[in-house]
Protein backbone atom coordinates (compact mmCIF):
# COMPACT_ATOMS: atom_id res chain seq x y z
CA UNK A 1 0.00 0.00 0.00
CA UNK A 2 1.00 3.36 -0.71
CA UNK A 3 0.96 6.17 1.49
CA UNK A 4 -1.39 8.35 1.08
CA UNK A 5 -0.35 11.41 3.44
CA UNK A 6 2.09 11.68 5.79
CA UNK A 7 2.70 14.33 8.75
CA UNK A 8 6.48 14.96 9.49
CA UNK A 9 7.17 16.57 12.73
CA UNK A 10 3.63 18.98 12.87
CA UNK A 11 3.51 21.59 15.30
CA UNK A 12 0.67 23.88 15.71
CA UNK A 13 0.69 26.76 18.26
CA UNK A 14 -2.12 28.36 19.15
CA UNK A 15 -0.68 31.89 20.41
CA UNK A 16 0.90 30.17 23.82
CA UNK A 17 -0.93 27.00 23.62
CA UNK A 18 0.99 24.39 21.36
CA UNK A 19 -2.02 22.27 20.37
CA UNK A 20 0.35 19.57 18.40
CA UNK A 21 3.96 19.20 18.92
CA UNK A 22 6.08 17.07 16.32
CA UNK A 23 3.62 14.76 15.32
CA UNK A 24 4.96 12.05 12.76
CA UNK A 25 2.03 10.22 11.03
CA UNK A 26 1.99 7.93 7.84
CA UNK A 27 -1.77 7.09 6.28
CA UNK A 28 -1.62 4.50 3.59
CA UNK A 29 -4.25 4.19 1.22
CA UNK A 30 -7.51 2.55 2.33
CA UNK A 31 -6.28 2.74 5.63
CA UNK A 32 -8.80 2.85 8.63
CA UNK A 33 -7.36 4.22 11.28
CA UNK A 34 -8.93 5.56 14.77
CA UNK A 35 -7.08 8.72 16.58
CA UNK A 36 -7.96 7.92 20.36
CA UNK A 37 -7.40 10.31 22.84
CA UNK A 38 -9.00 12.38 25.49
CA UNK A 39 -10.76 16.11 24.85
CA UNK A 40 -8.07 18.59 24.11
CA UNK A 41 -5.90 16.22 23.50
CA UNK A 42 -5.15 17.37 20.00
CA UNK A 43 -7.76 14.92 17.87
CA UNK A 44 -9.80 17.85 16.08
CA UNK A 45 -6.51 20.05 15.35
CA UNK A 46 -4.79 16.97 13.39
CA UNK A 47 -7.89 16.12 11.74
CA UNK A 48 -8.32 20.06 10.27
CA UNK A 49 -4.77 20.10 9.28
CA UNK A 50 -4.93 17.18 7.39
CA UNK A 51 -8.01 18.29 5.68
CA UNK A 52 -6.36 21.32 4.77
CA UNK A 53 -8.04 24.17 6.47
CA UNK A 54 -5.62 24.20 9.46
CA UNK A 55 -1.92 25.16 8.94
CA UNK A 56 0.18 23.81 10.81
CA UNK A 57 2.82 26.01 12.70
CA UNK A 58 6.05 23.38 11.86
CA UNK A 59 6.48 20.52 9.95
CA UNK A 60 6.04 18.79 6.38
CA UNK A 61 2.55 17.20 4.84
CA UNK A 62 3.73 15.29 2.23
CA UNK A 63 0.53 14.13 -0.14
CA UNK A 64 0.98 11.15 -2.70
CA UNK A 65 4.68 11.61 -2.38
CA UNK A 66 4.30 15.61 -3.24
CA UNK A 67 4.71 18.21 -0.22
CA UNK A 68 2.38 20.53 0.22
CA UNK A 69 3.21 24.02 1.71
CA UNK A 70 1.00 26.56 1.01
CA UNK A 71 -1.85 25.79 -1.50
CA UNK A 72 -3.74 23.38 0.32
CA UNK A 73 -6.53 23.08 -1.90
CA UNK A 74 -5.53 20.05 -3.93
CA UNK A 75 -6.27 18.20 -0.26
CA UNK A 76 -9.52 20.07 0.23
CA UNK A 77 -10.75 18.77 -2.97
CA UNK A 78 -9.52 15.35 -2.52
CA UNK A 79 -10.38 14.86 1.36
CA UNK A 80 -13.68 15.98 3.23
CA UNK A 81 -13.76 16.54 7.20
CA UNK A 82 -17.09 15.66 9.13
CA UNK A 83 -17.23 17.88 12.05
CA UNK A 84 -17.74 16.79 15.62
CA UNK A 85 -20.59 19.55 15.95
CA UNK A 86 -22.92 18.99 13.10
CA UNK A 87 -23.03 22.11 10.57
CA UNK A 88 -25.61 22.17 8.14
CA UNK A 89 -26.09 24.87 5.53
CA UNK A 90 -29.45 26.31 6.41
CA UNK A 91 -31.20 24.96 3.23
CA UNK A 92 -32.68 21.36 2.40
CA UNK A 93 -31.19 18.39 2.72
CA UNK A 94 -30.10 17.99 -1.33
CA UNK A 95 -28.64 21.30 -1.35
CA UNK A 96 -26.82 20.48 1.26
CA UNK A 97 -25.57 17.28 0.18
CA UNK A 98 -25.17 19.03 -3.22
CA UNK A 99 -22.97 21.61 -1.92
CA UNK A 100 -19.55 20.18 -2.94
CA UNK A 101 -20.41 18.67 -6.11
CA UNK A 102 -22.32 22.06 -7.53
CA UNK A 103 -18.69 23.56 -6.63
CA UNK A 104 -16.86 21.01 -8.83
CA UNK A 105 -19.12 21.68 -11.27
CA UNK A 106 -20.94 18.61 -11.91
CA UNK A 107 -23.87 18.54 -14.27
CA UNK A 108 -27.76 18.96 -12.82
CA UNK A 109 -28.97 15.42 -13.70
CA UNK A 110 -25.44 13.74 -12.36
CA UNK A 111 -25.74 15.26 -8.80
CA UNK A 112 -29.46 14.46 -8.87
CA UNK A 113 -28.55 10.59 -9.12
CA UNK A 114 -25.64 10.85 -6.88
CA UNK A 115 -27.15 13.00 -4.13
CA UNK A 116 -29.98 10.21 -4.32
CA UNK A 117 -27.50 7.57 -4.18
CA UNK A 118 -25.87 8.96 -1.10
CA UNK A 119 -29.00 9.18 1.05
CA UNK A 120 -29.42 6.18 0.49
CA UNK A 121 -26.86 4.95 1.73
CA UNK A 122 -27.66 7.04 5.20
CA UNK A 123 -30.89 5.93 5.34
CA UNK A 124 -32.64 9.78 4.34
CA UNK A 125 -33.89 8.42 1.41
CA UNK A 126 -37.17 11.00 0.51
CA UNK A 127 -35.55 13.42 2.98
CA UNK A 128 -34.09 16.18 -0.01
CA UNK A 129 -36.85 18.71 0.09
CA UNK A 130 -36.67 18.91 4.20
CA UNK A 131 -34.66 22.01 5.80
CA UNK A 132 -31.54 20.10 7.03
CA UNK A 133 -31.76 22.19 10.06
CA UNK A 134 -34.86 21.00 11.03
CA UNK A 135 -33.90 17.38 11.16
CA UNK A 136 -33.01 15.86 14.70
CA UNK A 137 -29.05 15.73 15.58
CA UNK A 138 -28.33 12.42 14.69
CA UNK A 139 -30.40 13.01 10.86
CA UNK A 140 -28.34 15.92 10.68
CA UNK A 141 -24.95 14.19 11.35
CA UNK A 142 -26.24 11.55 9.05
CA UNK A 143 -26.50 14.37 5.84
CA UNK A 144 -23.27 15.71 6.71
CA UNK A 145 -22.13 12.19 6.05
CA UNK A 146 -23.71 12.07 3.03
CA UNK A 147 -22.64 15.06 2.21
CA UNK A 148 -19.13 14.33 2.87
CA UNK A 149 -19.42 10.69 0.84
CA UNK A 150 -21.23 12.00 -1.98
CA UNK A 151 -17.60 13.77 -3.06
CA UNK A 152 -16.36 9.98 -3.34
CA UNK A 153 -13.42 11.53 -1.18
CA UNK A 154 -10.00 9.97 -1.40
CA UNK A 155 -9.79 10.30 2.55
CA UNK A 156 -12.70 11.05 4.84
CA UNK A 157 -11.74 13.04 8.21
CA UNK A 158 -14.20 12.21 11.00
CA UNK A 159 -13.94 13.85 14.26
CA UNK A 160 -15.82 12.24 16.82
CA UNK A 161 -18.30 11.60 14.86
CA UNK A 162 -20.74 9.77 17.03
CA UNK A 163 -20.63 11.70 20.49
CA UNK A 164 -23.73 11.95 21.85
CA UNK A 165 -25.50 10.60 19.28
CA UNK A 166 -28.01 7.80 19.73
CA UNK A 167 -27.52 4.57 19.51
CA UNK A 168 -29.78 3.62 16.10
CA UNK A 169 -27.88 6.51 13.90
CA UNK A 170 -24.67 5.39 15.73
CA UNK A 171 -24.90 2.05 14.16
CA UNK A 172 -25.85 3.64 11.10
CA UNK A 173 -22.93 5.79 10.67
CA UNK A 174 -20.78 3.37 11.84
CA UNK A 175 -22.11 1.28 9.26
CA UNK A 176 -21.52 3.69 6.20
CA UNK A 177 -18.31 4.40 7.49
CA UNK A 178 -17.26 0.72 7.05
CA UNK A 179 -18.91 0.17 4.09
CA UNK A 180 -17.14 3.62 2.07
CA UNK A 181 -13.66 2.33 3.79
CA UNK A 182 -14.27 -1.62 2.36
CA UNK A 183 -16.60 -1.17 -0.72
CA UNK A 184 -15.45 2.34 -2.21
CA UNK A 185 -11.60 1.98 -0.91
CA UNK A 186 -11.92 5.53 0.72
CA UNK A 187 -9.23 5.97 3.25
CA UNK A 188 -11.17 6.83 6.73
CA UNK A 189 -9.28 8.87 9.94
CA UNK A 190 -11.28 8.87 12.67
CA UNK A 191 -11.17 10.66 16.02
CA UNK A 192 -12.98 9.23 19.12
CA UNK A 193 -12.73 8.40 22.83
CA UNK A 194 -15.47 5.56 21.97
CA UNK A 195 -12.89 2.60 22.78
CA UNK A 196 -15.42 -0.25 21.74
CA UNK A 197 -16.36 1.71 18.11
CA UNK A 198 -12.00 1.74 18.05
CA UNK A 199 -11.93 -2.00 18.29
CA UNK A 200 -15.46 -2.25 15.97
CA UNK A 201 -14.72 -0.39 13.01
CA UNK A 202 -10.84 0.63 12.96
CA UNK A 203 -7.93 -1.24 11.77
CA UNK A 204 -4.85 0.75 13.18
CA UNK A 205 -5.05 3.31 16.02
CA UNK A 206 -2.58 5.85 16.87
CA UNK A 207 -2.98 7.50 20.33
CA UNK A 208 -2.72 10.92 21.14
CA UNK A 209 -2.13 12.71 24.14
CA UNK A 210 -0.96 16.37 24.90
CA UNK A 211 -0.69 17.10 21.06
CA UNK A 212 2.08 14.15 20.71
CA UNK A 213 1.19 10.19 19.26
CA UNK A 214 2.27 8.58 22.08
CA UNK A 215 1.65 4.93 20.59
CA UNK A 216 0.50 3.58 17.20
CA UNK A 217 -0.35 0.07 15.66
CA UNK A 218 -2.79 -1.93 14.62
CA UNK A 219 -6.00 -2.61 16.90
CA UNK A 220 -4.29 -6.09 18.16
CA UNK A 221 -1.34 -4.37 19.16
CA UNK A 222 -2.64 -1.66 20.74
CA UNK A 223 -5.07 -3.56 22.36
CA UNK A 224 -3.11 -6.84 23.17
CA UNK A 225 -0.57 -4.37 25.63
CA UNK A 226 -2.93 -3.08 27.18
CA UNK A 227 -0.60 -2.34 30.67
CA UNK A 228 1.83 -0.16 28.05
CA UNK A 229 -0.83 1.77 27.02
CA UNK A 230 -4.03 1.43 28.10
CA UNK A 231 -2.51 2.87 31.52
CA UNK A 232 -2.44 6.04 29.18
CA UNK A 233 -6.20 6.32 28.93
CA UNK A 234 -6.61 7.52 32.94
CA UNK A 235 -9.25 10.07 32.21
CA UNK A 236 -10.73 8.30 29.49
CA UNK A 237 -14.65 7.69 30.08
CA UNK A 238 -15.33 3.71 31.77
CA UNK A 239 -11.91 2.56 30.91
CA UNK A 240 -10.21 1.21 34.02
CA UNK A 241 -7.16 -0.89 34.64
CA UNK A 242 -7.34 -3.93 37.44
CA UNK A 243 -6.47 -7.39 38.28
CA UNK A 244 -9.00 -10.23 37.05
CA UNK A 245 -9.14 -13.44 39.15
CA UNK A 246 -11.45 -15.81 37.59
CA UNK A 247 -14.70 -17.04 39.66
CA UNK A 248 -14.13 -20.69 37.65
CA UNK A 249 -18.07 -20.04 36.88
CA UNK A 250 -16.75 -18.37 33.33
CA UNK A 251 -16.66 -15.17 34.81
CA UNK A 252 -14.01 -12.76 36.50
CA UNK A 253 -13.97 -10.39 39.69
CA UNK A 254 -11.82 -7.44 38.58
CA UNK A 255 -9.91 -4.88 41.48
CA UNK A 256 -10.41 -1.94 40.03
CA UNK A 257 -8.99 -0.15 43.14
CA UNK A 258 -10.85 2.07 46.10
CA UNK A 259 -12.27 -1.33 47.05
CA UNK A 260 -14.46 -1.51 43.56
CA UNK A 261 -15.01 -5.03 42.14
CA UNK A 262 -16.59 -5.68 38.69
CA UNK A 263 -17.69 -8.77 37.18
CA UNK A 264 -16.74 -9.52 33.67
CA UNK A 265 -17.80 -12.51 31.75
CA UNK A 266 -14.44 -13.50 30.66
CA UNK A 267 -12.69 -16.29 32.69
CA UNK A 268 -9.12 -14.33 32.84
CA UNK A 269 -6.37 -13.14 35.56
CA UNK A 270 -4.08 -11.10 36.11
CA UNK A 271 -3.68 -7.08 34.84
CA UNK A 272 -6.43 -6.44 32.49
CA UNK A 273 -7.71 -3.15 30.66
CA UNK A 274 -11.68 -2.93 30.90
CA UNK A 275 -14.12 -0.93 28.87
CA UNK A 276 -17.81 -0.17 29.51
CA UNK A 277 -20.01 1.84 27.24
CA UNK A 278 -21.74 4.20 28.90
CA UNK A 279 -24.79 3.36 27.22
CA UNK A 280 -24.90 -0.33 29.11
CA UNK A 281 -25.09 1.36 32.25
CA UNK A 282 -28.06 1.58 33.75
CA UNK A 283 -29.27 4.46 36.18
CA UNK A 284 -31.60 3.40 39.03
CA UNK A 285 -32.79 5.32 42.19
CA UNK A 286 -32.83 2.01 44.22
CA UNK A 287 -31.35 -1.15 43.84
CA UNK A 288 -32.50 -3.57 40.71
CA UNK A 289 -33.35 -7.17 41.39
CA UNK A 290 -31.61 -8.71 37.56
CA UNK A 291 -29.76 -10.97 36.33
CA UNK A 292 -26.97 -8.32 35.56
CA UNK A 293 -24.05 -9.35 37.77
CA UNK A 294 -22.89 -5.34 38.48
CA UNK A 295 -24.80 -3.45 40.94
CA UNK A 296 -22.68 -0.87 42.16
CA UNK A 297 -23.62 2.43 44.78
CA UNK A 298 -22.49 5.98 43.86
CA UNK A 299 -23.37 9.54 43.75
CA UNK A 300 -23.85 12.10 40.52
CA UNK A 301 -21.10 13.99 40.65
CA UNK A 302 -21.71 15.94 36.92
CA UNK A 303 -24.17 15.81 34.22
CA UNK A 304 -23.94 16.96 31.02
CA UNK A 305 -26.61 17.27 28.54
CA UNK A 306 -25.92 17.10 25.04
CA UNK A 307 -29.76 17.42 23.35
CA UNK A 308 -31.87 13.92 23.45
CA UNK A 309 -29.19 11.87 25.58
CA UNK A 310 -27.56 13.27 29.24
CA UNK A 311 -24.64 12.14 30.24
CA UNK A 312 -24.07 11.11 34.30
CA UNK A 313 -20.77 10.45 35.77
CA UNK A 314 -21.40 8.77 39.08
CA UNK A 315 -18.36 8.34 42.17
CA UNK A 316 -18.68 4.86 42.49
CA UNK A 317 -15.07 4.40 43.96
CA UNK A 318 -13.69 5.09 40.33
CA UNK A 319 -15.81 7.64 38.40
CA UNK A 320 -18.37 5.54 35.71
CA UNK A 321 -20.00 7.30 32.96
CA UNK A 322 -23.80 6.66 32.31
CA UNK A 323 -25.34 7.66 28.99
CA UNK A 324 -29.61 7.82 29.42
CA UNK A 325 -32.11 9.80 27.94
CA UNK A 326 -33.27 13.29 28.82
CA UNK A 327 -36.61 11.90 28.99
CA UNK A 328 -35.43 9.48 32.26
CA UNK A 329 -33.64 12.00 33.32
CA UNK A 330 -36.49 14.51 33.68
CA UNK A 331 -38.33 11.41 35.11
CA UNK A 332 -36.29 10.34 37.90
CA UNK A 333 -35.31 13.92 38.82
CA UNK A 334 -31.45 12.88 38.86
CA UNK A 335 -28.88 16.08 39.86
CA UNK A 336 -25.52 16.21 40.85
CA UNK A 337 -25.70 14.83 44.62
CA UNK A 338 -28.58 12.31 43.93
CA UNK A 339 -27.41 9.16 45.45
CA UNK A 340 -27.81 6.13 42.61
CA UNK A 341 -27.56 2.70 41.66
CA UNK A 342 -25.25 1.70 38.41
CA UNK A 343 -26.26 -1.44 37.01
CA UNK A 344 -24.70 -3.21 34.51
CA UNK A 345 -24.04 -7.42 33.00
CA UNK A 346 -21.34 -8.85 32.88
CA UNK A 347 -20.81 -9.51 29.57
CA UNK A 348 -21.21 -5.71 28.84
CA UNK A 349 -17.38 -4.96 30.26
CA UNK A 350 -15.49 -5.33 27.90
CA UNK A 351 -12.16 -6.72 28.49
CA UNK A 352 -8.54 -6.07 26.80
CA UNK B 1 -60.59 67.53 19.98
CA UNK B 2 -61.39 64.07 19.69
CA UNK B 3 -64.29 64.78 16.92
CA UNK B 4 -62.02 67.09 14.77
CA UNK B 5 -59.17 63.48 15.34
CA UNK B 6 -61.92 61.26 13.88
CA UNK B 7 -62.48 63.96 11.31
CA UNK B 8 -59.42 64.12 10.74
CA UNK B 9 -58.58 60.41 10.01
CA UNK B 10 -61.76 60.25 8.20
CA UNK B 11 -60.43 62.91 5.53
CA UNK B 12 -56.93 61.89 5.61
CA UNK B 13 -58.01 58.32 4.46
CA UNK B 14 -60.56 59.95 1.34
CA UNK B 15 -57.26 61.25 0.90
CA UNK B 16 -55.31 58.79 0.60
CA UNK B 17 -58.13 57.15 -1.70
CA UNK B 18 -58.40 59.65 -3.79
CA UNK B 19 -54.74 60.17 -4.37
CA UNK B 20 -53.66 63.39 -3.24
CA UNK B 21 -50.74 64.96 -4.87
CA UNK B 22 -49.21 66.00 -1.72
CA UNK B 23 -49.59 62.83 -0.50
CA UNK B 24 -48.14 60.91 -3.38
CA UNK B 25 -45.24 63.38 -3.98
CA UNK B 26 -43.96 63.39 -0.32
CA UNK B 27 -44.88 59.40 -0.38
CA UNK B 28 -42.65 58.55 -3.38
CA UNK B 29 -39.85 60.99 -2.05
CA UNK B 30 -39.07 59.67 0.90
CA UNK B 31 -39.30 56.16 -0.54
CA UNK B 32 -36.74 57.23 -3.37
CA UNK B 33 -34.53 59.37 -1.16
CA UNK B 34 -34.27 56.18 1.62
CA UNK B 35 -34.17 53.87 -0.50
CA UNK B 36 -31.07 55.05 -2.09
CA UNK B 37 -29.75 55.99 1.00
CA UNK B 38 -30.05 52.15 2.12
CA UNK B 39 -28.59 50.92 -1.19
CA UNK B 40 -26.13 53.51 -0.64
CA UNK B 41 -24.95 52.68 2.98
CA UNK B 42 -24.84 49.09 2.10
CA UNK B 43 -22.47 49.48 -0.49
CA UNK B 44 -19.69 50.02 1.83
CA UNK B 45 -21.24 49.09 5.38
CA UNK B 46 -21.80 45.11 4.03
CA UNK B 47 -18.04 45.12 3.74
CA UNK B 48 -17.36 46.23 6.76
CA UNK B 49 -19.39 44.02 8.24
CA UNK B 50 -18.39 40.59 6.67
CA UNK B 51 -14.47 41.74 7.51
CA UNK B 52 -15.53 42.78 11.16
CA UNK B 53 -17.62 39.70 11.37
CA UNK B 54 -15.23 37.22 10.04
CA UNK B 55 -11.75 38.39 10.65
CA UNK B 56 -9.78 38.73 13.65
CA UNK B 57 -7.59 41.86 13.67
CA UNK B 58 -6.33 44.39 16.06
CA UNK B 59 -8.69 47.25 17.16
CA UNK B 60 -11.59 45.22 16.23
CA UNK B 61 -13.37 45.26 19.57
CA UNK B 62 -12.47 48.81 19.50
CA UNK B 63 -14.17 49.58 15.81
CA UNK B 64 -17.23 47.48 16.52
CA UNK B 65 -17.86 49.38 19.62
CA UNK B 66 -17.57 52.45 17.93
CA UNK B 67 -20.19 51.52 15.62
CA UNK B 68 -22.15 50.15 18.26
CA UNK B 69 -22.16 53.83 20.01
CA UNK B 70 -22.69 55.34 17.04
CA UNK B 71 -26.40 53.28 16.74
CA UNK B 72 -28.15 55.69 18.78
CA UNK B 73 -26.40 58.81 16.81
CA UNK B 74 -29.01 62.03 17.46
CA UNK B 75 -30.03 62.87 13.74
CA UNK B 76 -30.12 66.76 14.36
CA UNK B 77 -26.49 66.53 15.86
CA UNK B 78 -25.59 64.57 12.42
CA UNK B 79 -28.04 66.91 10.54
CA UNK B 80 -26.05 69.87 11.82
CA UNK B 81 -22.73 68.75 11.54
CA UNK B 82 -23.41 67.47 7.35
CA UNK B 83 -25.04 70.84 7.37
CA UNK B 84 -21.69 72.86 8.36
CA UNK B 85 -19.51 70.63 5.92
CA UNK B 86 -22.17 71.18 2.88
CA UNK B 87 -23.14 74.79 3.26
CA UNK B 88 -21.03 77.46 1.01
CA UNK B 89 -18.11 78.19 3.36
CA UNK B 90 -17.90 74.21 4.57
CA UNK B 91 -15.48 72.14 3.11
CA UNK B 92 -18.06 70.18 0.87
CA UNK B 93 -19.92 73.47 -0.47
CA UNK B 94 -18.35 73.80 -3.82
CA UNK B 95 -20.63 70.70 -4.88
CA UNK B 96 -24.01 72.46 -3.77
CA UNK B 97 -25.64 69.42 -2.25
CA UNK B 98 -27.17 71.48 0.65
CA UNK B 99 -31.26 71.73 0.11
CA UNK B 100 -30.96 69.24 -2.32
CA UNK B 101 -32.12 65.13 -2.14
CA UNK B 102 -28.65 64.34 -2.72
CA UNK B 103 -27.85 65.97 1.06
CA UNK B 104 -30.68 63.81 2.01
CA UNK B 105 -29.66 60.50 0.71
CA UNK B 106 -25.92 61.10 2.03
CA UNK B 107 -27.02 61.96 5.43
CA UNK B 108 -29.52 59.21 5.83
CA UNK B 109 -26.88 56.58 4.70
CA UNK B 110 -24.46 57.95 7.13
CA UNK B 111 -27.21 57.62 10.06
CA UNK B 112 -27.29 54.09 8.86
CA UNK B 113 -24.23 52.91 8.46
CA UNK B 114 -23.51 52.10 12.60
CA UNK B 115 -27.01 49.66 12.34
CA UNK B 116 -26.11 48.29 8.79
CA UNK B 117 -22.33 47.21 10.40
CA UNK B 118 -22.94 46.18 13.32
CA UNK B 119 -26.27 43.68 12.69
CA UNK B 120 -24.92 42.55 9.43
CA UNK B 121 -21.08 42.20 11.14
CA UNK B 122 -23.39 40.23 14.38
CA UNK B 123 -25.43 37.84 11.79
CA UNK B 124 -21.91 37.44 9.89
CA UNK B 125 -20.43 36.29 13.47
CA UNK B 126 -23.42 34.24 14.37
CA UNK B 127 -22.88 32.07 10.96
CA UNK B 128 -18.88 31.44 12.57
CA UNK B 129 -15.71 29.89 11.12
CA UNK B 130 -17.62 26.65 10.89
CA UNK B 131 -19.36 27.34 7.83
CA UNK B 132 -16.38 28.40 6.34
CA UNK B 133 -14.54 25.73 7.34
CA UNK B 134 -17.50 23.10 6.19
CA UNK B 135 -17.26 25.21 2.86
CA UNK B 136 -13.60 24.69 2.36
CA UNK B 137 -13.47 20.58 3.85
CA UNK B 138 -16.15 20.28 0.92
CA UNK B 139 -13.62 21.90 -1.48
CA UNK B 140 -14.58 25.43 -2.13
CA UNK B 141 -12.03 28.52 -2.99
CA UNK B 142 -11.70 31.28 -0.13
CA UNK B 143 -13.88 33.03 -1.87
CA UNK B 144 -16.99 29.97 -2.09
CA UNK B 145 -16.59 29.58 0.99
CA UNK B 146 -17.03 32.99 1.92
CA UNK B 147 -19.71 33.22 -0.06
CA UNK B 148 -21.39 30.17 1.63
CA UNK B 149 -20.85 32.24 4.88
CA UNK B 150 -23.00 35.19 3.43
CA UNK B 151 -25.37 32.84 2.01
CA UNK B 152 -26.22 31.81 5.76
CA UNK B 153 -26.26 35.49 7.00
CA UNK B 154 -28.73 36.47 4.80
CA UNK B 155 -31.67 36.44 6.71
CA UNK B 156 -29.63 38.40 9.34
CA UNK B 157 -28.20 40.97 6.56
CA UNK B 158 -32.09 41.49 5.34
CA UNK B 159 -32.69 42.53 8.74
CA UNK B 160 -30.24 44.63 9.19
CA UNK B 161 -31.14 46.43 5.47
CA UNK B 162 -34.64 46.98 6.59
CA UNK B 163 -34.11 48.40 9.96
CA UNK B 164 -31.51 50.98 8.25
CA UNK B 165 -34.40 51.71 5.48
CA UNK B 166 -36.94 51.86 8.67
CA UNK B 167 -34.66 54.39 10.97
CA UNK B 168 -33.75 56.24 7.71
CA UNK B 169 -37.74 56.68 6.15
CA UNK B 170 -38.87 57.80 9.53
CA UNK B 171 -35.92 60.14 10.70
CA UNK B 172 -36.81 64.13 10.63
CA UNK B 173 -33.50 66.01 11.64
CA UNK B 174 -31.30 64.99 8.53
CA UNK B 175 -34.06 65.94 6.18
CA UNK B 176 -35.13 69.06 7.28
CA UNK B 177 -32.06 70.60 7.93
CA UNK B 178 -30.43 69.28 4.83
CA UNK B 179 -33.21 68.93 2.84
CA UNK B 180 -35.15 72.32 3.83
CA UNK B 181 -38.55 71.03 3.06
CA UNK B 182 -38.65 72.11 0.16
CA UNK B 183 -42.34 71.63 -1.39
CA UNK B 184 -41.65 69.15 -4.66
CA UNK B 185 -38.00 69.00 -4.37
CA UNK B 186 -36.81 67.98 -0.78
CA UNK B 187 -40.63 67.76 1.14
CA UNK B 188 -40.32 64.25 2.57
CA UNK B 189 -43.38 62.25 4.68
CA UNK B 190 -41.58 63.21 7.94
CA UNK B 191 -40.73 66.98 7.05
CA UNK B 192 -44.31 67.45 6.00
CA UNK B 193 -45.80 65.64 8.63
CA UNK B 194 -44.40 68.35 10.67
CA UNK B 195 -45.12 70.97 8.65
CA UNK B 196 -48.54 70.05 8.29
CA UNK B 197 -48.71 70.19 11.60
CA UNK B 198 -47.69 73.26 12.66
CA UNK B 199 -49.77 74.73 10.04
CA UNK B 200 -52.61 73.16 11.27
CA UNK B 201 -53.44 71.20 8.25
CA UNK B 202 -54.11 67.81 10.68
CA UNK B 203 -55.63 65.83 8.23
CA UNK B 204 -52.78 65.64 5.56
CA UNK B 205 -50.51 65.24 7.95
CA UNK B 206 -52.58 62.32 9.62
CA UNK B 207 -52.72 61.01 5.90
CA UNK B 208 -49.11 61.18 5.76
CA UNK B 209 -48.83 59.61 9.23
CA UNK B 210 -50.85 56.24 8.88
CA UNK B 211 -48.68 55.89 5.03
CA UNK B 212 -45.74 56.47 6.84
CA UNK B 213 -46.53 53.66 9.59
CA UNK B 214 -48.34 51.40 6.92
CA UNK B 215 -44.55 51.38 5.12
CA UNK B 216 -43.15 50.80 8.69
CA UNK B 217 -45.34 48.40 9.77
CA UNK B 218 -45.55 46.09 6.73
CA UNK B 219 -41.58 46.23 6.04
CA UNK B 220 -41.52 44.87 10.33
CA UNK B 221 -44.58 42.63 9.58
CA UNK B 222 -42.25 40.93 6.76
CA UNK B 223 -39.50 40.88 8.83
CA UNK B 224 -41.21 38.94 11.33
CA UNK B 225 -42.69 36.45 8.53
CA UNK B 226 -38.69 36.10 7.37
CA UNK B 227 -37.85 35.02 11.26
CA UNK B 228 -40.39 32.80 11.53
CA UNK B 229 -39.23 31.03 8.27
CA UNK B 230 -35.93 30.46 9.50
CA UNK B 231 -37.20 28.59 13.50
Known amino acids: MKALLSLYGITKKYGEITALNGVNLEILEKDLLAIIGPNGAGKTTMLKIMAGIETPTKGKIIYKGRQITHNFDVIRRNFTMVFQKTVVFNTTVFNNVAYGLKIRGIPKNEIKSLVDEALELVKLEGYENRQAKKLSGGEQQRVALARALVLRPEMLLLDEPTANLDPKTTSIIEEVINYANRELGTTVVIATHNMFQVQKIAKKAALILNGRIIEKGTIEEIFLKPSLVMTNFAGFENVFVGNAKPTGKGTALIELGNGLEIEAAIEKSGKVTVYVRPEDVIVSKIPLESSARNVLKGRIIEVSDSGQVVRLKVDAGKVITSQITRRSFEEMKLNVGTEVFLTFKASSVHVA | ?231
Do not use: C
Request: charged fraction near 15%; proline fraction near 3%; glycine fraction near 10%.
Open chain 2, 1 to 231: MVSEIFEGLRRAIEMIISGNPAVIDATLRSLYVSGTATLLALVWSLPIGIIIGSKNFRGKRLLKGTFNALLGIPTVGLGLILYLMFSKSGPLGMFHMLYKPTAIIIGQAILITPIMVSFSANAIEAVGTEVKDLAKTLGASEAEASMAVLREALPGVTLAVIASFNRAIAELGIALMLGGNIAGLTRVLTTSIALETTRGNFELGIALTIILLLIVFSLNFAVNMLKREQT
